[in-house]
């Protein structure tokens, strides 16, 4: 079993910055592609970053330029930057491993911005 937690979110201004952890326990071993995912009130969930083993990245085109996805192997730890933030990236940001082909999410962490 897996289990995600992320930390991180909260208030911020706009052109603000806030840096997203997710951290995992137990049975971590060969974890491919990391990634952040957000959700917006009456809007569908919606792939924010991802990081795969070999370092590569994916971003969606709103955040490029604005967010940088990173992990720590060895922390089974992934991190979102996110730097000049706008209102329209308020939403509860969820992490998501992939492990073996299966797919793993933590409970959300919310991120309002807002003046």
């Known amino acids: 079993q897996v289990h995600l937690v992320e930390t991180g979110g909260g208030l911020v201004q706009p052109g603000g910055s806030l840096r997203l952890s997710c951290a995992a326990s137990?049975?971590?071993?060969?974890?491919?592609?990391m990634g952040w995912y957000r959700q917006a009130p009456g809007k569908q969930r919606e792939l924010v970053a991802t990081i795969t083993s070999g370092g590569g990245t994916n971003y969606a085109n709103s955040v490029k330029g604005r967010f940088t996805i990173s992990r720590d192997n060895g922390k089974s730890t992934v991190y979102l930057q996110m730097n000049s933030l706008k209102p329209e990236d308020t939403a509860v940001y969820y992490c998501?491993?992939?492990?073996?082909?299966?797919?793993?999410w933590g409970q959300g962490t919310q991120v309002t911005v807002s003046s």
């Open positions: 998501n491993y992939v492990i073996k082909s299966t797919g793993y």
């Open positions: 137990g049975s971590t071993f060969s974890i491919n592609t």
